[in-house]
């Protein structure tokens, strides 16, 4: 079956059941601080778990779209998605066990309205109980499970297996299928385990749902097999909540005297269950992706483990980065931004890795405007946008990712990849550290991250220093965009004073490989024809291709040259200063008077103005206003 077709009989079963179908929640909530991202299906409907009234009812079913970040490093193998869209029924004060379970059995194993999966297959877990709190273990499921099973012709026996690990020393024997674990497996809260929950908090036993595909048990994740082991063999496929008690003040539980239900499927689990292969990235949303790859890298999927972990990655990342920008999310350095950014720079690693040298995250994404225009056409509609913030993100960072690794690889050789070398990799070329986290993990090569965050500490206090962080120009970092912004900067400035007057001093500045902002004196609201002007002439010197100097001398000496500075900034009496142009000047001669521009300045920058052409050949203001009385504040970028 594809997606389309499960998600749809999905749908459709339980609406034939009385559920009323309610839309997707965004990827990204709009009204809920405490988290980046929605990461189930239940997650949007918790205030109505809890008891308030749903405007809908009390039946419901959708397909929520999901993202996990927790699982970015699980991504590689056959299973693990950071973006997943998850089916989801529930019953609030409705029905119970009695009605969920039969259903979700019918659903997975019917041929007409369901998906028609050999029961065979089917391996099912429950509650054990807590002997913490006195919890007893789930009867009544274990009852419905064997009847359930009796009623297609399968013995299902019951076991009590317990902790997970517990699972590998007893696995499973004769017609074992119905599995007990304990609170940490098959019971559920938002405090975790039921000695957790605060009184008056609700929680309630689950049973979750795996699927055998019979691939042969690897030893390496323990001596035997069981459903929760991580070997592969099994899938977990499903999962009901019954949320059924609440705490006592005395630690005791009585029951809710309104118990819900709710049931979590994985959409893509399911699917390849109905195909019979046991690798998400098999199914047809994956299709157009997938062949994208084969065809740039002239490999095909499956045939070596660590092409095809490649592949893997670049497809999951591409196709949670597709659903956040088709949302409005752009890469950034903070909150979901970040995530979108590490999802991108970790595609543009594999890339890497198979050999592929230029642009090809675009392609790889418009696949999945095609794939989910019908469930998701908000998706194929932002295509544009989509693809060109690709474009944008993986011109700027492979450069930085073929530096970094350059210098990585340094380090490795001479035995010095360390939490020092670590940041300096950050700070000075931009290569992220999690990126070096995961490189040296794959050369058993151990960081003391600990020590890599005392070091971003000590840099941000650093920056913050008041006038030491004005002199290095308000710089958010040492990577190559931000040390463009830098140059374009004091170029900026100079055109404005040519624009507005002489009188335009600088106010502040705030420079990130995002976007430069600088502060300035000027008593009222530029014009669209000034802004035009502007830009004009920063445009016109970056495409002279004009010498970056940078001269050492006596404070009073560059203050008589006119070199502009930070009003009040107080500047020791030997002082750093960058000019800009003109053509032909060098370090030894500089050549001042003729330049554009001239600057205190700590640096970093560039060499010469062509190196901006990288960061984009057009200079765009994008906003301009007030922040205080006379003073006016520019974002700019280049695209």
Same mark, same amino acid.
């Given at each position: 079956?594809?997606? *389309?077709?499960?998600?749809?009989?999905?749908?459709?079963?339980?609406?034939?059941?009385?559920?009323?179908?309610?839309?997707?929640?965004?990827?990204?909530?709009?009204?809920?601080?405490?988290?980046?991202?929605?990461?189930?299906?239940?997650?949007? +409907?918790? =205030?109505?778990?809890?008891?308030?009234?749903?405007?809908?009812?009390?039946?419901?079913?959708?397909?929520?779209?999901?993202?996990?970040?927790?699982?970015?490093?699980?991504?590689?193998?056959?299973?693990?998605?950071?973006?997943?869209?998850?089916?989801?029924?529930?019953?609030?004060?409705?029905?119970?066990?009695?009605?969920?379970?039969?259903?979700?059995?019918?659903?997975?194993? !019917?041929?007409?309205?369901?998906?028609?999966?050999?029961? &065979?297959?089917?391996?099912?877990?429950?509650?054990?109980?807590?002997?913490?709190?006195?919890?007893?273990?789930?009867? /009544?499921?274990?009852?419905?499970?064997?009847?359930?099973?009796?009623?297609?012709?399968?013995?299902?026996?019951?076991?009590?297996?317990?902790?997970e690990e517990a699972g590998y020393k007893k696995g499973m024997q004769g017609n074992e299928r119905i599995f007990a674990y304990d609170a940490k497996k098959n019971w559920w809260s938002r405090a975790g385990v039921p000695g957790n929950m605060p009184a008056g /908090?609700?929680?309630?036993?689950?049973?979750?749902?795996?699927?055998?595909?019979?691939?042969?048990?690897?030893?390496?994740?323990?001596?035997?097999? $069981? =459903?929760?082991?991580?070997?592969?063999?099994? %899938?977990?496929?499903? !999962?009901?909540?019954?949320?059924?008690?609440?705490?006592?003040?005395?630690?005791?539980?009585?029951?809710?005297?309104?118990?819900?239900?709710?049931?979590?499927?994985?959409?893509?689990?399911?699917?390849?269950?109905?195909?019979?292969?046991?690798?998400?990235?098999?199914?047809?949303?994956?299709?157009?992706?997938?062949?994208?790859?084969?065809?740039?890298?002239? #490999?095909?999927?499956?045939?070596?483990?660590?092409?095809?972990?490649?592949?893997?990655?670049?497809?999951?990342?591409?196709?949670?980065?597709?659903?956040?920008?088709?949302?409005?999310?752009?890469?950034?350095?903070?909150?979901?931004?970040?995530?979108? @950014?590490?999802?991108? @720079?970790?595609?543009?690693?594999?890339?890497?890795?198979?050999?592929?040298?230029?642009?090809?995250?675009?392609?790889?994404?418009?696949?999945?405007?095609?794939?989910?225009?019908? $469930?998701?056409? *908000?998706?194929?509609?932002? +295509?544009?946008?989509?693809?060109?913030? +690709?474009?944008?993100?993986?011109?700027?960072? @492979?450069?930085?990712?073929?530096?970094?690794?350059?210098?990585?690889?340094?380090?490795v050789r001479s035995g010095e990849m360390n939490a020092s070398n670590a940041f300096i990799l950050f700070t000075t070329y931009g290569f992220p550290i999690e990126m070096t986290e995961e490189l040296a993990k794959e050369r058993g090569i151990t960081i003391d991250?600990?020590?890599?965050?005392?070091?971003?500490?000590? *840099?941000? /206090?650093?920056?913050?220093?008041?006038?030491?962080?004005?002199?290095?120009?308000?710089?958010?970092?040492?990577?190559?965009?931000?040390? @463009?912004?830098?140059?374009?900067? *004091?170029?900026?400035?100079?055109?404005?004073?040519?624009?507005?007057?002489?009188?335009?001093?600088?106010?502040?500045? !705030?420079?990130?490989?995002?976007?430069?902002?600088?502060?300035?004196?000027?008593?009222? #609201?530029?014009?669209?024809?000034?802004?035009?002007?502007?830009?004009?002439?920063?445009?016109?010197?970056?495409?002279?291709?004009? =010498?970056?100097?940078?001269?050492?001398?006596?404070?009073?000496?560059?203050?008589?040259?006119?070199?502009?500075?930070?009003?009040? %900034?107080?500047?020791?009496?030997?002082?750093?200063?960058?000019?800009?142009?003109?053509?032909?000047?060098?370090?030894?001669?500089?050549?001042?008077?003729?330049?554009?521009?001239?600057?205190?300045?700590?640096?970093?920058?560039?060499? &010469?103005?062509?190196?901006?052409?990288?960061?984009?050949?057009?200079?765009?203001?994008?906003?301009?206003?007030?922040?205080?009385?006379?003073?006016?504040?520019?974002?700019?970028? +280049?695209?």
């Open positions: 079956m594809t997606v *389309h077709e499960v998600r749809t009989r999905y749908l459709e079963f339980f609406a034939a059941r009385g559920h009323v179908i309610i839309p997707s929640a965004p990827i990204v909530p709009g009204n809920d601080p405490t988290t980046l991202f929605t990461s189930s299906g239940m997650q949007p +409907l918790v =205030p109505y778990l809890l008891g308030k009234d749903h405007p809908e009812g009390n039946r419901l079913v959708n397909v929520q779209m999901s993202f996990r970040a927790g699982d970015i490093e699980e991504v590689g193998d056959n299973r693990h998605t950071t973006f997943f869209e998850m089916l989801g029924n529930w019953s609030l004060g409705d029905y119970f066990k009695q009605e969920q379970l039969p259903w979700v059995f019918e659903f997975l194993t !019917n041929t007409e309205t369901g998906l028609g999966l050999d029961p &065979n297959r089917l391996y099912v877990t429950v509650f054990a109980g807590d002997a913490e709190t006195g919890m007893e273990e789930d009867v /009544e499921a274990v009852t419905l499970w064997k009847e359930l099973f009796a009623k297609v012709g399968i013995t299902a026996d019951y076991s009590v297996i317990g902790s /908090e609700p929680g309630g036993p689950d049973s979750e749902l795996f699927y055998d595909f019979g691939t042969p048990h690897d030893p390496v994740w323990g001596e035997h097999c $069981h =459903p929760n082991c991580d070997c592969g063999r099994f %899938v977990e496929i499903g !999962n009901s909540v019954f949320m059924q008690y609440v705490k006592n003040e005395d630690g005791s539980f009585r029951n809710l005297p309104k118990q819900n239900v709710d049931f979590g499927g994985g959409l893509e689990r399911l699917v390849f269950a109905t195909i019979g292969t046991a690798d998400a990235f098999l199914i047809d949303v994956f299709d157009s992706a997938r062949k994208v790859l084969e065809t740039r890298t002239g #490999k095909t999927y499956g045939e070596e483990e660590h092409t095809t972990r490649s592949f893997r990655i670049i497809l999951d990342h591409m196709r949670a980065a597709s659903f956040m920008l088709a949302e409005g999310i752009t890469p950034s350095n903070t909150e979901a931004g970040y995530i979108l @950014r590490r999802l991108i @720079r970790r595609a543009i690693r594999e890339a890497d890795r198979l050999g592929i040298k230029d642009a090809v995250l675009s392609a790889v994404a418009t696949g999945y405007g095609e794939a989910y225009k019908e $469930h998701y056409p *908000h998706v194929h509609a932002a +295509l544009h946008t989509i693809t060109t913030e +690709l474009e944008k993100e993986e011109s700027q960072f @492979r450069k930085t990712l073929e530096q970094g690794l350059r210098e990585f690889e340094k380090f991250m600990d020590a890599v965050a005392l070091h971003m500490k000590e *840099h941000q /206090e650093t920056s913050r220093a008041g006038g030491a962080q004005r002199f290095s120009g308000g710089l958010a970092d040492h990577a190559e965009q931000t040390v @463009r912004y830098h140059t374009l900067h *004091h170029i900026l400035l100079a055109a404005l004073q040519q624009v507005l007057g002489a009188d335009v001093k600088q106010r502040g500045s !705030n420079i990130t490989s995002e976007r430069l902002r600088i502060d300035f004196s000027y008593g009222q #609201k530029m014009t669209d024809e000034q802004k035009e002007a502007v830009s004009a002439i920063v445009t016109d010197v970056i495409n002279q291709d004009l =010498p970056v100097t940078r001269t050492v001398m006596p404070r009073t000496e560059a203050e008589t040259l006119g070199a502009q500075m930070e009003f009040g %900034v107080k500047y020791p009496d030997m002082v750093s200063v960058y000019s800009v142009g003109p053509i032909g000047a060098t370090e030894e001669n500089p050549d001042i008077k003729n330049a554009f521009s001239l600057e205190f300045c700590g640096g970093p920058h560039v060499q &010469n103005t062509a190196e901006l052409h990288t960061g984009g050949v057009r200079f765009v203001i994008k906003k301009e206003e007030a922040v205080a009385a006379g003073v006016r504040r520019i974002k700019a970028v +280049l695209e």
